[in-house]
């Protein structure tokens, strides 16, 4: 009896010896499919980046904007005005209500008051809502029959009452200005009376654009006025600073100074 148990076992374990090489050949060949799916997978997501990028996007986009907000917020960084105006916008968004706010909500409100660059919105560890505002920094003031302030982007919104702005005023000479002024001219302008000298540009009281594509300035010491031509602005202000300089030492002020003539300089004291 224990030599037929023997050499029952003895059959079984020779028998799963011979399966052997099958499982393994099975196993190779699941292996295989697996890298060869895996490997199609990432020529898709290698091939297709746009897409998958577009998709990924889309969807944290999507969450974000309709992610909901405690109704319970704080505005932070920013002046009582731009404060005051976002807090009505939100307000009417509530209607008197305690409901959560939709993210997507709050940031379209933000967008349509001019003083408001953008918002950042998070939720604290109390779980309000901390909702961070960025003001637009004005750089000029331009006037249309009213003055309004105007930001690097050329965005226009309302001066505060009372408020003092050291910034140059621009006349575009025409009325009913749109909501953003291009300022491309401007800019060049700017960015050219800084790199002659760190004051130059400081000086400009008023600069005022013709429809003939002439620049005429005015500096807030003085009265005289000085006309330059908007192409080769860069050569055309030194000539202007030059003069300027030497007008000063020679205690003239003519009433013109028109350089819109690439060789010369019309002086006019009437």
Same mark, same amino acid.
């Given at each position: 009896?224990?030599?037929?148990?023997?050499?029952?076992?003895?059959?079984?374990?020779?028998?799963?010896?011979?399966?052997?090489?099958?499982?393994?050949?099975? *196993?190779?060949?699941?292996?295989?499919?697996?890298?060869?799916? $895996? $490997?199609?997978?990432?020529? !898709?997501?290698?091939?297709?980046?746009? =897409?998958? /990028?577009?998709?990924?996007?889309?969807?944290?986009?999507? *969450?974000?904007?309709?992610?909901?907000?405690? $109704?319970?917020?704080?505005? !932070?960084?920013?002046? +009582?005005?731009?404060?005051?105006? @976002?807090? $009505?916008?939100?307000? /009417?968004? @509530?209607?008197?209500?305690?409901?959560?706010?939709?993210?997507?909500?709050?940031?379209?409100?933000?967008?349509?008051?001019?003083?408001?660059?953008?918002?950042?919105?998070?939720?604290?560890?109390? +779980?309000?809502?901390?909702?961070?505002?960025?003001?637009?920094?004005? !750089?000029?003031?331009?006037?249309?029959?009213?003055?309004?302030?105007?930001?690097?982007?050329?965005?226009? *919104?309302?001066?505060?009452?009372?408020?003092?702005?050291?910034?140059?005023?621009?006349? *575009?000479?025409?009325?009913? @200005?749109?909501?953003?002024?291009?300022?491309?001219?401007?800019?060049?302008?700017?960015?050219?009376?800084?790199?002659?000298?760190?004051?130059?540009?400081?000086?400009?009281?008023?600069?005022?654009?013709? #429809? /003939?594509?002439?620049?005429?300035?005015?500096?807030?010491?003085?009265?005289?006025?000085?006309?330059?031509?908007?192409? #080769?602005?860069?050569?055309?202000?030194?000539? !202007?600073?030059?003069?300027?300089?030497?007008?000063?030492?020679? #205690?003239?002020?003519?009433?013109?100074? #028109?350089?819109?003539?690439?060789?010369?300089? =019309?002086?006019?004291?009437?």
């Amino acid at each position: 009896m224990t030599k037929r148990i023997g050499a029952n076992r003895k059959k079984a374990m020779a028998a799963q010896r011979s399966q052997r090489p099958r499982r393994a050949k099975k *196993f190779a060949i699941a292996a295989g499919m697996g890298l060869l799916i $895996a $490997a199609a997978g990432f020529a !898709v997501y290698a091939y297709s980046p746009t =897409v998958y /990028s577009h998709v990924a996007e889309t969807v944290k986009s999507t *969450f974000k904007s309709n992610k909901e907000l405690h $109704a319970e917020f704080q505005i !932070v960084n920013c002046g +009582k005005n731009a404060q005051a105006l @976002l807090q $009505a916008a939100i307000d /009417s968004l @509530l209607n008197g209500d305690s409901l959560p706010l939709c993210r997507g909500a709050v940031l379209r409100a933000g967008a349509q008051i001019p003083e408001i660059e953008k918002l950042n919105i998070k939720k604290t560890r109390d +779980k309000k809502t901390l909702i961070r505002v960025t003001e637009r920094t004005p !750089v000029a003031l331009v006037q249309d029959g009213s003055i309004w302030l105007v930001d690097r982007n050329g965005v226009r *919104f309302k001066v505060l009452p009372g408020q003092y702005y050291d910034l140059p005023l621009l006349n *575009f000479g025409c009325a009913g @200005l749109r909501d953003t002024v291009e300022l491309e001219t401007f800019n060049t302008l700017k960015r050219t009376a800084r790199n002659l000298c760190g004051a130059f540009f400081r000086q400009i009281s008023q600069i005022d654009f013709s #429809d /003939s594509g002439s620049v005429n300035l005015v500096f807030k010491s003085g009265r005289t006025e000085y006309i330059i031509a908007s192409k #080769d602005i860069e050569d055309r202000l030194i000539h !202007v600073k030059k003069l300027k300089e030497r007008l000063r030492k020679e #205690d003239t002020e003519p009433n013109r100074v #028109d350089f819109r003539y690439r060789s010369l300089a =019309v002086v006019s004291t009437l």
